[in-house]
């Protein structure tokens, strides 16, 4: 396995540590009006919510879709781990 | 709206899954089972996390409690987003070991562990049996609404019945497409693509009664908004942890239940279906999410004081005369409710069935394997009868718990429940050093903690404990307390019970799993699962089977069918080279037969049953030495190979050293032959020419005398030069033999001062005689010929007026040492290190009348005696020191030293 990979490859594994770290920014976000001293209006919270939730589904599905189409095109095998 | 229209729709939307399903089983073999297996249909199916409890008890859930509802989709969701954590080797290892179950992959990971697929799966079992009757429940409730609105009220044997008709017309379903097919890898595509269905059909009925509310009776969203600001769940008020420990345990349930880990892993057909699934089912589940609150709102301002918020899905839509939408609703709380049970009783009944009653089935007939009829008719009636089992525990549950808590209390308890497993499961993919004995205790303990904390509670005060014990705890035992184990109070219940349960868990699985040591086939399957990734498939090669290939299929057929089984082993046999039907048993093969074996029975039944048939049954240390000694050797190998290239390396590198100092060698001989060929021709000229001038006749007798002594001198010089050649070449191929004798040194200086001619020729030499009084044990006549040498030297090239010479004897470092000091000009620096090379002579020749061997035959000597000879440049004059060999015996078995 080669030290330094060429950019394409570059590319996707960085992809694939945005993707590891998404769901430890998702439950970050989410936890966070519990911190809050002065507790928002239900509502407030609710759309914050809503609104994490469609940005965290975004980036999945950008990611996801980008890793998906490479991986179709070089049929390289995405399971090492590094 | 008549309850029999309701009773004839349900009737027809059974009937038009059963088409649908029986439609995608006769496709599955056709150009349809692609899209069949892909990613919507997959990610469609992971829609039975939704089930009646989302379908309705979300509603309630959010009038209750207001947002927090919603943690139990944040988790999943997460679970999703991060599928390159847990999913994906989940995927790869359930398929690469043929996993059938979770129970099944706690097994196959733990030595094939009988026991432990039995713990998980009793452990399964008592955790859905609520969740199933929530199902139950929840459907009957639904039932009971319409039954109200067309005729009298339902009382309690109305519910009890129906909800008795429902489990019966559940099993049938099930029974039918769940059990048509035995191996559990085998997907049941039937069942995928009818619950896919409703996954749409109770989205549509979710969002269109949200819609409905939302723009129909709130007026828009932001009245919607507005009127959530008004209502009594305003307030964000999360309740101590619960905010947290939700988010943490739908997350772990979303895995670790038994019905999501059949459809997001073993029913899963590729792993790429996990791309899409990871951002698509995180939207489905947004969606269910969406609409919950603003009716959950919209329900409490609309709906009359006291009625169900659980059921608001159904009546709110109801109440505002609103029949269509009321009956889809209706259906969409009809599937959520269904699709959930027939997976989970799939899921179950296939633990229950792999891993209590076929191996109990073994073992109460001890004829074994071999001869004990068609397992595979045992294995789908302890389905079908696990199927029933399971459907009636869950009735039973409803009867016993019937008016008990909230749907969402129910789910919650039994999601705690489920996710006892989560510490075995990550150690198990992700910790080698996870063991059989840790994860039983661990297990076992977590389960204990949660039955005590929270399973038992959930049926209320005096329903099971009494209500004195659940304040004053067991005997008194203050710290035993339910709601406040080891004395830890005034948490909320569900976290309370949540994190005893787990960390317990956790830390006994830890424990148990450091301090005990595992079976070798517990190490093996480790490096199996936890390096998935690195492993190829089969990597195993050990030999131990004593199995015949007929047994083998004789016990195949009756597992996979005939038909199936000697496919498998006629393509065993062609991929081995052979004709035919049975391939050599080797290793590889019973290894690929026991892992279909496993798809259909579980991985412990199948390692048992061709166990029985190879005699091994189980990998012994020995088998593992084996295959460890393989890669050793191999290992060995490649470092043979690179050891030989170093030493190839080495090789070439002594041969290129090799060959220049041949190249320097040559180049020297070459120059040694020119210096000689001079050196000889000079006095042969001199004698040639003198000879012919003889040979003329006139010549006085005085010039005939002086010629021929000329001639008489040069021959002398000549003899002496060859004389020297010779000794050198001996001294120099080693040739010599040393006469040792014992001397006197100022004897032998006395010797070698005469031979050279004594102090005649107007040399002083200055001696100190008290200091040469050493006893020499060497060749003294060598040593002698090295000091006329030197002192020849001395004469020839001191040519000041009054030569001296000091001979000066003295010890250093333990040795002898002859200093030859005269007082001439020495030797310039340059020449200095060439005085002992052949030939080297650089002041006039004709004085020297020497070859310029002498110096070298010195150093020739004094080396073959242990000595040495060197010149000391520190000296006003030229000076030579000798060092005397140490106890001058020694004849040195010098090494040969070629012409340098």
Same mark, same amino acid.
């Given at each position: 396995?080669?030290?330094?990979?060429?950019?394409?490859?570059?590319?996707?594994?960085?992809?694939?540590?945005?993707?590891?770290?998404?769901? #430890?920014?998702? #439950?970050?976000?989410?936890?966070?009006?519990?911190?809050?001293?002065?507790?928002?209006?239900?509502?407030?919270?609710?759309?914050?919510? #809503?609104?994490?939730?469609?940005?965290?589904?975004?980036?999945?599905?950008?990611?996801?879709?980008?890793?998906?189409?490479?991986?179709?095109?070089?049929?390289?095998?995405?399971?090492?781990?590094? | 709206?008549?309850?029999?229209?309701?009773?004839?729709?349900?009737?027809?939307?059974?009937?038009?899954?059963?088409?649908?399903?029986?439609?995608?089983?006769?496709?599955?073999?056709?150009?349809?089972?692609?899209?069949?297996?892909?990613?919507?249909?997959?990610?469609?199916?992971?829609?039975?996390?939704?089930?009646?409890?989302?379908?309705?008890?979300?509603?309630?859930?959010?009038?209750?409690?207001?947002?927090?509802?919603?943690?139990?989709?944040?988790?999943?969701?997460?679970?999703?987003?991060?599928?390159?954590?847990?999913?994906?080797?989940?995927?790869?290892?359930?398929?690469?070991?043929?996993?059938?179950?979770?129970?099944?992959?706690?097994?196959?990971?733990?030595?094939?562990?009988?026991?432990?697929?039995?713990?998980?799966?009793?452990?399964?079992?008592?955790?859905?049996?609520?969740?199933?009757?929530?199902?139950?429940?929840?459907?009957?409730?639904?039932?009971?609404?319409?039954?109200?609105?067309?005729?009298?009220?339902?009382?309690?044997?109305?519910?009890?019945?129906?909800?008795?008709?429902?489990?019966?017309?559940?099993?049938?379903?099930?029974?039918?497409?769940?059990?048509?097919?035995?191996?559990?890898?085998?997907?049941?595509?039937?069942?995928?693509?009818?619950?896919?269905?409703?996954?749409? *059909?109770?989205?549509?009925?979710?969002?269109?009664?949200?819609?409905?509310?939302?723009?129909?009776?709130?007026? $828009?969203?932001?009245?919607?908004?507005?009127?959530?600001?008004?209502?009594?769940?305003?307030?964000?008020? !999360?309740?101590?942890?619960?905010?947290?420990?939700?988010?943490?345990?739908?997350?772990?349930?979303?895995?670790?239940?038994?019905?999501?880990?059949?459809?997001?892993?073993?029913?899963?057909?590729?792993?790429?279906?996990?791309?899409?699934?990871?951002?698509?089912?995180? @939207?489905?589940?947004?969606?269910?999410?969406?609409?919950?609150?603003?009716?959950?709102?919209?329900?409490?301002?609309?709906?009359?004081?006291?009625?169900?918020?659980?059921?608001?899905?159904?009546?709110?839509?109801? =109440?505002?005369?609103?029949?269509?939408?009321?009956?889809?609703?209706?259906?969409?709380?009809?599937?959520?409710?269904?699709?959930?049970?027939?997976?989970?009783?799939?899921?179950?009944?296939?633990?229950?069935?792999?891993?209590?009653? @076929?191996?109990?089935?073994?073992?109460?007939?001890?004829?074994?394997?071999?001869?004990?009829?068609?397992?595979?008719?045992?294995?789908?009636?302890?389905?079908?009868?696990?199927?029933?089992?399971?459907?009636?525990?869950?009735?039973?549950?409803?009867?016993?718990?019937?008016?008990?808590?909230?749907?969402?209390?129910?789910?919650?308890? =039994?999601?705690?429940?489920?996710?006892?497993?989560?510490?075995?499961?990550?150690?198990?993919?992700?910790?080698?050093?996870?063991?059989?004995?840790?994860?039983?205790?661990?297990?076992?303990?977590?389960?204990?903690?949660?039955?005590?904390?929270?399973?038992?509670?959930?049926?209320?005060?005096?329903?099971?404990?009494?209500?004195? *014990?659940?304040?004053?705890? !067991?005997?008194?035992?203050?710290?035993?307390?339910?709601?406040?184990?080891?004395?830890?109070?005034?948490?909320?219940?569900?976290?309370?019970?949540?994190?005893?349960?787990?960390?317990?868990?956790?830390?006994?699985?830890?424990?148990?799993?450091?301090?005990?040591?595992?079976?070798?086939?517990?190490?093996?399957?480790?490096?199996?699962?936890? &390096?998935?990734?690195?492993?190829?498939?089969?990597?195993?090669?050990?030999?131990?089977?004593?199995?015949?290939?007929?047994?083998?299929?004789?016990?195949?057929?009756?597992?996979?069918?005939?038909?199936?089984?000697?496919?498998?082993?006629?393509?065993?046999?062609?991929?081995?080279?052979?004709?035919?039907?049975? !391939?050599?048993?080797?290793?590889?093969?019973?290894?690929?037969?026991?892992?279909?074996?496993?798809?259909?029975?579980?991985?412990?039944?199948?390692?048992?049953?061709?166990?029985?048939?190879?005699? $091994?049954?189980?990998?012994?240390?020995?088998?593992?030495?084996?295959?460890?000694?393989?890669?050793?050797?191999?290992?060995?190998?490649? &470092?043979?190979?690179?050891?030989?290239?170093?030493?190839?390396?080495?090789?070439?590198?002594?041969?290129?050293?090799?060959?220049?100092?041949?190249?320097?060698?040559?180049?020297?001989?070459?120059?040694?032959?020119?210096?000689?060929?001079?050196?000889?021709?000079?006095?042969?000229?001199?004698?040639?020419?003198?000879?012919?001038?003889?040979?003329?006749?006139?010549?006085?007798?005085?010039?005939?005398?002086?010629?021929?002594?000329?001639?008489?001198?040069?021959?002398?010089?000549?003899?002496?030069?060859?004389?020297?050649?010779?000794?050198?070449?001996?001294?120099?191929?080693?040739?010599?033999?040393?006469?040792?004798?014992?001397?006197?040194?100022?004897?032998?200086?006395?010797?070698?001062?005469?031979?050279?001619?004594?102090?005649?020729?107007?040399?002083?030499?200055?001696?100190?005689?008290?200091?040469?009084?050493?006893?020499?044990?060497?060749?003294?006549?060598?040593?002698?010929? @090295?000091? *006329?040498?030197?002192?020849?030297?001395?004469?020839?090239?001191?040519?000041?007026?009054?030569?001296?010479?000091?001979?000066?004897?003295?010890?250093?470092?333990?040795?002898?040492?002859?200093?030859?000091?005269?007082?001439?000009?020495?030797?310039?620096?340059?020449?200095?290190?060439?005085?002992?090379?052949?030939?080297?002579?650089?002041?006039?020749?004709?004085?020297?009348?020497?070859?310029?061997?002498?110096?070298?035959?010195?150093?020739?000597?004094?080396?073959?005696?242990? $000595?040495?000879?060197?010149?000391?440049?520190?000296?006003?004059?030229?000076?030579?020191?000798?060092?005397?060999?140490?106890?001058?015996?020694?004849?040195?078995?010098?090494?040969?030293?070629?012409?340098?």
């Amino acid at each position: 396995m080669p030290v330094y990979l060429a950019r394409a490859s570059y590319r996707q594994r960085r992809l694939r540590d945005v993707m590891r770290v998404l769901p #430890f920014v998702g #439950f970050l976000a989410w936890i966070m009006p519990t911190m809050a001293g002065i507790l928002p209006a239900s509502s407030t919270v609710g759309l914050y919510i #809503f609104a994490v939730w469609m940005i965290l589904i975004a980036s999945s599905a950008l990611i996801n879709r980008r890793l998906i189409r490479q991986a179709d095109d070089s049929l390289v095998d995405t399971s090492s781990t590094a | 709206m008549s309850f029999n229209l309701l009773i004839f729709v349900s009737l027809t939307y059974v009937a038009f899954l059963f088409g649908v399903a029986f439609w995608a089983e006769k496709k599955a073999q056709t150009t349809l089972a692609e899209w069949l297996s892909g990613p919507v249909i997959y990610t469609l199916s992971l829609s039975i996390y939704c089930t009646a409890w989302t379908f309705y008890g979300a509603v309630g859930y959010a009038a209750r409690s207001g947002l927090e509802y919603v943690t139990i989709y944040l988790g999943p969701t997460l679970v999703m987003v991060g599928w390159w954590w847990i999913l994906r080797r989940l995927v790869r290892i359930a398929r690469a070991q043929r996993i059938t179950s979770i129970a099944d992959l706690i097994s196959s990971r733990f030595g094939k562990s009988g026991w432990l697929g039995m713990i998980v799966t009793v452990m399964a079992v008592t955790a859905a049996t609520p969740y199933i009757a929530l199902q139950l429940k929840s459907v009957t409730q639904s039932f009971s609404v319409f039954a109200t609105t067309s005729g009298g009220p339902w009382e309690q044997a109305d519910l009890n019945t129906s909800a008795l008709w429902v489990a019966v017309g559940l099993a049938i379903f099930t029974v039918l497409f769940g059990t048509r097919s035995v191996d559990a890898n085998e997907r049941h595509s039937g069942i995928v693509i009818a619950i896919a269905v409703e996954a749409v *059909v109770k989205l549509v009925a979710l969002v269109a009664v949200g819609v409905f509310v939302i723009w129909g009776l709130a007026g $828009g969203p932001s009245a919607v908004l507005a009127q959530i600001d008004a209502s009594k769940i305003a307030h964000f008020e !999360p309740q101590g942890g619960r905010w947290v420990a939700i988010i943490f345990l739908s997350a772990a349930a979303f895995i670790c239940l038994p019905r999501m880990f059949q459809v997001l892993v073993v029913e899963n057909p590729d792993e790429r279906n996990l791309h899409m699934a990871s951002w698509a089912f995180p @939207v489905y589940l947004m969606l269910m999410s969406l609409f919950v609150l603003p009716i959950a709102v919209v329900g409490l301002q609309l709906m009359p004081e006291g009625s169900n918020p659980d059921l608001f899905v159904l009546t709110l839509p109801m =109440s505002q005369g609103e029949n269509g939408l009321a009956m889809l609703a209706f259906l969409g709380g009809f599937s959520s409710a269904t699709s959930m049970v027939i997976v989970s009783t799939i899921a179950l009944a296939t633990m229950v069935s792999n891993h209590i009653i @076929v191996p109990l089935w073994l073992k109460v007939r001890p004829q074994g394997a071999l001869v004990s009829g068609d397992i595979r008719y045992v294995n789908v009636l302890a389905r079908r009868l696990s199927i029933a089992g399971i459907l009636a525990l869950g009735y039973l549950y409803f009867r016993i718990s019937a008016g008990g808590a909230a749907l969402a209390a129910i789910g919650l308890v =039994s999601f705690s429940g489920a996710v006892q497993v989560l510490p075995a499961l990550l150690g198990a993919i992700f910790w080698r050093g996870a063991t059989r004995v840790g994860a039983g205790l661990g297990l076992v303990t977590g389960f204990a903690v949660w039955i005590w904390t929270l399973y038992i509670p959930s049926f209320g005060a005096d329903a099971l404990l009494s209500q004195d *014990v659940l304040t004053n705890g !067991p005997f008194g035992l203050w710290w035993l307390r339910p709601n406040a184990l080891f004395g830890l109070e005034g948490m909320d219940q569900l976290v309370h019970g949540l994190l005893w349960s787990l960390l317990l868990n956790a830390l006994v699985f830890f424990v148990g799993s450091v301090f005990s040591f595992p079976l070798p086939l517990e190490r093996f399957q480790g490096v199996q699962f936890v &390096n998935v990734f690195e492993m190829s498939p089969d990597t195993t090669t050990w030999t131990n089977s004593e199995a015949r290939a007929d047994d083998l299929l004789i016990m195949a057929q009756r597992i996979l069918g005939g038909t199936e089984a000697q496919a498998l082993f006629q393509k065993a046999a062609a991929e081995q080279g052979k004709e035919g039907y049975l !391939p050599d048993v080797t290793p590889d093969f019973v290894l690929r037969l026991e892992r279909e074996l496993a798809g259909s029975v579980g991985a412990a039944t199948a390692h048992a049953m061709v166990g029985q048939l190879t005699q $091994g049954a189980a990998i012994s240390v020995e088998d593992l030495i084996a295959v460890a000694d393989e890669a050793a050797q191999i290992l060995e190998y490649s &470092n043979e190979l690179e050891a030989k290239s170093a030493e190839q390396d080495r090789t070439a590198r002594a041969l290129r050293e090799a060959n220049t100092k041949l190249t320097a060698i040559s180049i020297q001989k070459d120059a040694f032959l020119s210096q000689i060929s001079h050196e000889l021709r000079t006095p042969m000229t001199s004698i040639r020419s003198f000879s012919e001038i003889l040979r003329e006749a006139d010549l006085s007798p005085k010039e005939h005398v002086k010629y021929a002594g000329i001639i008489h001198d040069e021959a002398l010089r000549l003899t002496r030069l060859l004389d020297d050649l010779l000794d050198l070449s001996v001294l120099e191929n080693g040739q010599v033999t040393l006469h040792v004798h014992t001397g006197q040194l100022d004897d032998l200086l006395d010797r070698a001062i005469d031979a050279a001619g004594g102090q005649n020729g107007g040399l002083r030499i200055l001696r100190n005689r008290d200091r040469e009084d050493i006893a020499l044990t060497t060749d003294l006549d060598r040593l002698v010929q @090295v000091f *006329v040498n030197v002192i020849a030297n001395a004469q020839k090239y001191c040519t000041l007026d009054d030569p001296t010479l000091r001979i000066n004897v003295r010890q250093l470092n333990g040795r002898n040492v002859i200093d030859f000091v005269d007082n001439g000009s020495g030797i310039s620096v340059e020449n200095q290190s060439m005085i002992f090379e052949k030939f080297a002579r650089f002041e006039d020749e004709g004085q020297a009348g020497g070859a310029g061997l002498g110096l070298a035959i010195c150093r020739e000597i004094l080396g073959r005696l242990g $000595g040495e000879i060197s010149y000391d440049p520190l000296q006003n004059g030229a000076a030579f020191r000798v060092t005397l060999p140490e106890n001058s015996a020694v004849v040195k078995d010098a090494p040969l030293l070629a012409i340098q």
